[in-house]
Protein backbone atom coordinates (compact mmCIF):
# COMPACT_ATOMS: atom_id res chain seq x y z
CA UNK A 1 0.00 0.00 0.00
CA UNK A 2 1.49 3.17 -0.91
CA UNK A 3 2.44 5.95 2.03
CA UNK A 4 -0.30 7.93 1.09
CA UNK A 5 -3.05 5.66 1.73
CA UNK A 6 -2.20 4.70 5.32
CA UNK A 7 -1.30 8.76 5.77
CA UNK A 8 -5.05 8.78 5.06
CA UNK A 9 -6.07 6.00 7.15
CA UNK A 10 -4.09 7.19 10.49
CA UNK A 11 -5.74 10.52 9.77
CA UNK A 12 -9.02 8.99 9.68
CA UNK A 13 -7.89 6.99 13.21
CA UNK A 14 -6.07 10.03 14.40
CA UNK A 15 -9.83 11.48 13.53
CA UNK A 16 -11.77 8.68 15.93
CA UNK A 17 -12.56 6.77 12.95
CA UNK A 18 -11.87 2.86 15.04
CA UNK A 19 -12.82 0.83 11.29
CA UNK A 20 -9.30 3.47 10.09
CA UNK A 21 -7.53 1.50 12.68
CA UNK A 22 -8.22 -1.89 11.83
CA UNK A 23 -8.08 -1.64 8.31
CA UNK A 24 -4.31 0.52 9.34
CA UNK A 25 -3.24 -2.74 11.67
CA UNK A 26 -2.57 -5.24 9.10
CA UNK A 27 -0.87 -2.87 6.51
CA UNK A 28 1.58 -1.63 8.87
CA UNK A 29 2.00 -4.89 11.06
CA UNK A 30 4.63 -6.18 8.66
CA UNK A 31 6.90 -2.77 8.77
CA UNK A 32 6.51 -2.61 12.39
CA UNK A 33 7.76 -6.46 12.44
CA UNK A 34 10.57 -5.60 10.37
CA UNK A 35 11.35 -2.66 12.33
CA UNK A 36 11.44 -4.78 15.62
CA UNK A 37 13.44 -7.44 14.22
CA UNK A 38 16.03 -4.71 13.24
CA UNK A 39 16.48 -3.61 16.21
CA UNK A 40 16.54 -6.78 18.12
CA UNK A 41 19.34 -8.10 15.68
CA UNK A 42 21.41 -5.18 17.14
CA UNK A 43 20.25 -6.76 20.80
CA UNK A 44 22.55 -9.46 22.66
CA UNK A 45 21.27 -12.54 22.88
CA UNK A 46 20.64 -11.67 26.47
CA UNK A 47 17.47 -10.08 25.94
CA UNK A 48 14.95 -12.37 26.32
CA UNK A 49 12.04 -10.51 24.28
CA UNK A 50 11.27 -11.85 20.81
CA UNK A 51 10.02 -9.37 17.54
CA UNK A 52 6.61 -10.53 17.80
CA UNK A 53 6.65 -9.48 21.39
CA UNK A 54 8.09 -6.35 20.95
CA UNK A 55 5.27 -5.40 18.13
CA UNK A 56 2.32 -6.44 20.23
CA UNK A 57 3.41 -4.05 23.35
CA UNK A 58 4.34 -1.31 21.12
CA UNK A 59 1.35 -1.71 19.58
CA UNK A 60 -0.73 -1.96 22.69
CA UNK A 61 0.71 1.79 23.76
CA UNK A 62 0.12 2.88 20.68
CA UNK A 63 -3.93 2.09 20.51
CA UNK A 64 -4.19 2.89 24.28
CA UNK A 65 -3.10 6.68 23.79
CA UNK A 66 -6.21 8.89 23.70
CA UNK A 67 -6.58 10.51 19.80
CA UNK A 68 -3.39 10.60 18.98
CA UNK A 69 -2.45 13.51 16.08
CA UNK A 70 -0.66 11.18 13.34
CA UNK A 71 0.70 13.52 11.09
CA UNK A 72 1.56 10.68 8.58
CA UNK A 73 3.67 7.79 7.47
CA UNK A 74 6.78 8.59 9.22
CA UNK A 75 5.31 10.40 12.06
CA UNK A 76 3.94 7.11 12.93
CA UNK A 77 6.93 4.91 12.50
CA UNK A 78 8.85 7.37 14.47
CA UNK A 79 6.24 7.27 17.08
CA UNK A 80 6.75 3.69 17.02
CA UNK A 81 10.56 3.60 17.05
CA UNK A 82 10.15 5.96 20.21
CA UNK A 83 8.03 3.52 21.95
CA UNK A 84 10.10 0.20 20.93
CA UNK A 85 12.76 1.94 22.37
CA UNK A 86 11.49 3.00 25.44
CA UNK A 87 10.27 -0.96 26.25
CA UNK A 88 14.00 -2.28 25.20
CA UNK A 89 15.49 0.11 28.09
CA UNK A 90 12.26 -1.03 30.23
CA UNK A 91 13.35 -4.61 29.84
CA UNK A 92 17.25 -3.96 30.12
CA UNK A 93 16.61 -2.21 33.07
CA UNK A 94 14.88 -4.87 34.69
CA UNK A 95 17.22 -7.78 33.80
CA UNK A 96 19.95 -5.09 35.42
CA UNK A 97 17.78 -4.92 38.85
CA UNK A 98 17.17 -8.73 38.49
CA UNK A 99 20.49 -9.55 38.26
CA UNK A 100 21.98 -6.61 41.21
CA UNK A 101 24.21 -5.05 37.68
CA UNK A 102 25.16 -8.26 35.75
CA UNK A 103 23.79 -9.13 32.42
CA UNK A 104 23.43 -5.49 30.78
CA UNK A 105 22.06 -5.91 27.56
CA UNK A 106 23.99 -5.12 24.81
CA UNK A 107 22.91 -3.04 21.17
CA UNK A 108 25.07 -3.42 18.27
CA UNK A 109 26.03 -0.52 17.16
CA UNK A 110 25.73 -0.51 12.74
CA UNK A 111 26.98 1.79 10.39
CA UNK A 112 24.67 3.71 10.20
CA UNK A 113 25.54 5.56 13.82
CA UNK A 114 29.11 4.70 14.28
CA UNK A 115 31.25 4.06 10.91
CA UNK A 116 33.12 0.87 11.71
CA UNK A 117 30.92 -2.23 12.01
CA UNK A 118 30.68 -4.34 15.04
CA UNK A 119 30.87 -1.70 18.01
CA UNK A 120 29.10 -2.27 20.76
CA UNK A 121 27.28 -0.83 23.90
CA UNK A 122 24.89 -1.01 26.64
CA UNK A 123 21.34 0.01 25.61
CA UNK A 124 21.48 1.93 28.78
CA UNK A 125 24.68 3.28 28.29
CA UNK A 126 23.03 4.81 24.90
CA UNK A 127 20.01 6.01 26.56
CA UNK A 128 21.58 8.03 28.98
CA UNK A 129 23.59 9.25 26.20
CA UNK A 130 20.44 10.31 23.88
CA UNK A 131 19.16 12.01 27.17
CA UNK A 132 21.88 13.91 27.61
CA UNK A 133 22.28 14.59 24.05
CA UNK A 134 18.87 15.92 23.71
CA UNK A 135 19.33 18.48 26.79
CA UNK A 136 22.11 19.98 24.60
CA UNK A 137 20.76 19.52 21.17
CA UNK A 138 16.99 18.00 21.46
CA UNK A 139 16.49 18.21 17.66
CA UNK A 140 19.95 15.94 16.79
CA UNK A 141 18.49 13.56 19.20
CA UNK A 142 15.83 13.52 17.63
CA UNK A 143 17.31 12.22 14.28
CA UNK A 144 19.28 9.82 16.23
CA UNK A 145 15.97 8.34 17.23
CA UNK A 146 14.20 8.60 14.09
CA UNK A 147 17.32 6.96 12.39
CA UNK A 148 18.66 4.53 14.42
CA UNK A 149 15.02 3.49 16.76
CA UNK A 150 12.60 4.10 14.39
CA UNK A 151 14.72 3.55 10.87
CA UNK A 152 13.63 6.18 8.95
CA UNK A 153 15.93 7.25 6.09
CA UNK A 154 17.40 10.67 6.30
CA UNK A 155 14.72 11.90 3.58
CA UNK A 156 11.57 10.28 5.68
CA UNK A 157 13.98 11.81 8.85
CA UNK A 158 13.77 15.30 7.20
CA UNK A 159 9.82 14.81 6.23
CA UNK A 160 9.40 14.08 9.67
CA UNK A 161 11.13 16.79 11.44
CA UNK A 162 10.22 19.45 8.51
CA UNK A 163 13.94 20.17 7.99
CA UNK A 164 15.74 20.00 4.94
CA UNK A 165 17.94 16.87 4.45
CA UNK A 166 20.92 18.51 4.43
CA UNK A 167 20.59 19.92 8.07
CA UNK A 168 18.88 16.71 9.04
CA UNK A 169 22.67 15.03 7.70
CA UNK A 170 24.40 17.47 9.37
CA UNK A 171 22.75 16.92 12.68
CA UNK A 172 23.24 12.81 11.93
CA UNK A 173 26.84 13.26 11.12
CA UNK A 174 27.03 15.48 14.57
CA UNK A 175 25.21 13.35 16.92
CA UNK A 176 27.04 10.41 15.71
CA UNK A 177 30.38 11.88 15.95
CA UNK A 178 29.37 13.19 19.92
CA UNK A 179 27.55 9.51 20.73
CA UNK A 180 30.51 8.21 19.53
CA UNK A 181 33.07 9.93 21.72
CA UNK A 182 30.70 9.94 25.11
CA UNK A 183 30.09 5.83 24.46
CA UNK A 184 33.83 5.20 24.31
CA UNK A 185 33.88 7.09 27.82
CA UNK A 186 31.26 5.14 29.02
Not at 148 to 167: D, Q, R, V, W
Amino acid sequence: MPAGEITVLLQRWSEGDPAAGEQLTPLVYSELRRLAKRKLRRESQELAVQSTELVHEAYLKLVQQDRACWKDRAHFFAICGHIMRRILVDHARARYRAKRGGGVTLVELNEAVTPTRGNRCDLLSLDDALHTLAAMHPQQSQVVELRFFAGLSIEETAEAMHLSKATVNRHWVAARAWLVRELKRA
